[in-house]
């Protein structure tokens, strides 16, 4: 059988041109997408009296045989066949004769592929946002077993302020609830159906496009046909949300990564998720943070590829926009590998408690809390009291010590407006409580994030219930 589209056509189409133009080769990706829509539509077309209850059975028994060879692989994918819409519905018309070539009634190739894409798109939100809970599920278990583990929090990679490590655990979970919301308020918005808006300008076929829309889980059918076949906003979003989602991982995984050096040993990654060196016998590696870290790149590049690939494009389709396929299944699929790694990295790493609380007494972290003591207790100006504080960091510095293990006196010499009382507000722990305040690091305000944030995963899952 010739091209589907070889009606006005003499010549015969190079192999040159099929090797180009096919996008075969990865959109197959698509074809339980492919047959779903075209249930659908063979459906809406049955009861719009556009084939008959005979011919719409034939059509629904043909493309489960599709479905059937293409899982057990006995499907023949043929690079002239151009792309996975076409192969499916030649196969059709091989396997069920005339009714197969009905179903393409009131439908183009540029509403299936807008469709298609869009049900892939949409059901890997659902993955993704699956994956997320996973993870954030893991930082609130190793936050609540360290929130009291004591960790030198820093600002341009230098000790500024003792925190917890539970409080940097529940900073990434942050992020990761953002993240999934995000992906959750991209599947909302694009929840509507392009399918009934044929080549770009609707159709005289009398189509029920709520049919359609209500059949494939969509919340409504699209408003302007124009727009549907022209947009892939839905994908740049998966795009722009997988990126950020990634860029959050990257920082992770370069804390990860440094964490677990020597020079910090804050954490040792698991031997599950760690590798060795050739030459090197001594050598663990951090691969899987380096990796995670790495892959965060191409994200980035898929993303501005369809951007790029779409900012000149004139109304409606275009064959450029066949390029939107790869890019996005390469972030969807990192996103979705990270994302399960990541939550095992998690799960098993070990937190090294006592390095961190060492750490700790690096750099003078109770530095603020002199100064506030200063104002607060002995009603000095801020100023001065900055200036009083940068005096006793320089003594211990000259003794070779910590500020929070200078002893009164010392600090006396300094400023005899300084009393006993002082020597509290100069441990390291009684600064991370300090910072009480709401969304503090303090013990009691990291539970309390970490109760918000699995009061938040409780809602998720309920609501991942109710729809099953
Ligand atoms: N394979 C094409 C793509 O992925 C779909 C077909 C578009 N329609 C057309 N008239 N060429 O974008």
């Not at 124009?226 to 920082?251: G, P």
């Not at 910090?264 to 050598?283: C, H, N, W």
């Amino acid at each position: 059988m010739g091209k589907m589209w070889s009606g006005r056509f003499s010549g015969k189409a190079s192999k040159l041109l099929d090797e180009f133009n096919a996008s075969l080769n990865f959109d197959k990706k698509l074809y339980e997408y492919d047959i779903k829509g075209s249930k659908a539509h063979a459906k809406m077309l049955n009861a719009q009296g556009l084939i008959d209850d005979n011919e719409y059975k034939t059509i629904i028994n043909g493309l489960d045989q599709i479905r059937d060879e293409i899982e057990r692989g006995t499907f023949q994918f043929d690079l002239s066949d151009e792309d996975i819409h076409m192969a499916i519905e030649k196969r059709l018309t091989e396997i069920i004769g005339d009714a197969g070539k009905k179903l393409h009634t009131a439908r183009s190739r540029n509403d299936q592929v807008a469709l298609d894409f869009r049900l892939y798109v949409q059901a890997h939100n659902e993955i993704i946002r699956e994956l997320i809970l996973d993870v954030v599920e893991a930082f609130v278990e190793i936050a609540k077993k360290n929130s009291e583990t004591m960790l030198p929090g820093m600002t341009h990679l230098q000790h500024a302020q003792p925190i917890n490590f539970g409080y940097h655990m529940m900073a990434y979970a942050s992020m990761l609830k953002r993240d999934h919301e995000r992906f959750e308020s991209s599947f909302k918005r694009n929840n509507y159906s392009p399918i009934g808006c044929a080549a770009l300008a609707g159709t005289p076929h009398p189509v029920n496009r709520e049919l359609t829309a209500h059949e494939l889980g969509f919340d409504r059918p699209s408003l302007n046909c124009l727009d549907t076949v022209s947009d892939r906003d839905f994908a740049l979003e998966m795009l722009f949300n997988i990126a950020t989602m990634m860029m959050h991982i990257s920082r992770l995984a370069e804390e990860l990564i440094l964490w677990s050096s020597s020079e910090f040993r804050f954490v040792t990654l698991s031997d599950a998720y760690s590798t060795g060196s050739s030459i090197m016998p001594q050598k663990k590696n951090p691969d899987v943070p380096e990796l995670l870290r790495g892959k965060t790149g191409r994200t980035y590049g898929n993303l501005i590829s369809l951007l790029t690939v779409m900012k000149g494009l004139p109304l409606a389709y275009n064959k450029d926009m066949q390029e939107d396929k790869e890019g996005t299944f390469d972030s969807v699929e990192t996103a979705e590998i990270s994302l399960t790694i990541l939550a095992e990295v998690i799960k098993t790493m070990q937190v090294n408690k006592e390095r961190m609380e060492q750490a700790c007494k690096i750099g003078h972290l109770s530095a603020t809390d002199l100064a506030d003591y200063l104002v607060e207790k002995c009603k000095i100006p801020f100023r001065e009291a900055h200036f009083i504080t940068g005096r006793a960091v320089a003594l211990a510095e000259e003794k070779g010590c910590d500020l929070s293990e200078l002893d009164t006196a010392s600090l006396q010499s300094i400023d005899d407006r300084i009393k006993e009382d002082v020597e509290k507000y100069l441990s390291i722990r009684h600064s991370m409580n300090a910072r009480n305040s709401q969304g503090g690091t303090s013990t009691e305000r990291t539970k309390e994030q970490i109760e918000a944030i699995q009061k938040w995963l409780q809602e998720k899952e309920k609501m991942k219930n109710s729809f099953s």
